[in-house]
């Protein structure tokens, strides 16, 4: 599944070798994740190309959650494993110092992109958008499902290359000024509806 999803990025070549680590052992993510104990995974390319995961059901495709319960929904274990390698991928496109001066939304929104593939909808991430639901706030949800609605408005439905992605410094609030615009009046009579402030 991981290797499908990132197959079908532009940035993705068949000839690069990409292994990712699941650390199952509470010691090795102390050693791997360092000062970023806790999270699903981490990349450190360009030092390594290998990245590496906390512990998971693989049999299950699921990631382990600090709680010790699975992640569900459709951040599956191959969901983490192509976001952290679609990271190398980037880096590899432009090269370390770039990447890391990319605003974090298309950073991680471009990783979300690629890892959740097909299971994204996108007239429902508009809905919650709008709605100003609370998963679109990354702080609150830890999820990057408001990033991803970002880079998917530009490259699906503005048309945008990935690599005008990464290489245009456009702003993240111009591009949900263009998210709103394009949903248009519903997006008046959706606010209506659920109460919700368009920020």
Not at 5 to 31: G, V
Not at 133 to 159: F, I
């Amino acid at each position: 599944m991981a290797q499908a999803k990132l197959a079908a990025s532009p940035l993705y070549s068949a000839q690069e070798r990409h292994t990712a680590f699941i650390c199952n052992a509470r010691w090795r993510q102390r050693i791997f994740f360092t000062r970023h104990y806790g999270v699903g995974g981490v990349n450190y390319y360009p030092l390594t190309s290998n990245v590496f995961l906390r512990d998971a059901a693989i049999e299950e495709n699921r990631l382990i959650a600090p709680s010790g319960n699975q992640v569900s929904g459709d951040r599956t274990l191959d969901y983490f494993v192509s976001h952290e390698i679609t990271h190398t991928l980037t880096v590899r496109a432009i090269g370390w110092r770039r990447y890391y001066n990319l605003a974090e939304w298309v950073r991680e929104g471009y990783a979300d992109y690629v890892a959740k593939g097909s299971s994204f909808d996108y007239s429902e991430a508009v809905r919650a958008f709008l709605a100003g639901a609370p998963e679109m706030d990354r702080w609150k949800s830890g999820l990057y499902l408001r990033y991803h609605l970002l880079v998917a408005h530009l490259l699906d439905q503005e048309h945008w290359t990935v690599q005008r992605l990464l290489d245009e410094s456009i702003d993240q609030q111009t591009v949900e000024d263009m998210v709103k615009e394009a949903a248009g009046p519903k997006s008046v009579s959706l606010l209506r509806r659920s109460g919700g402030v368009i920020r």
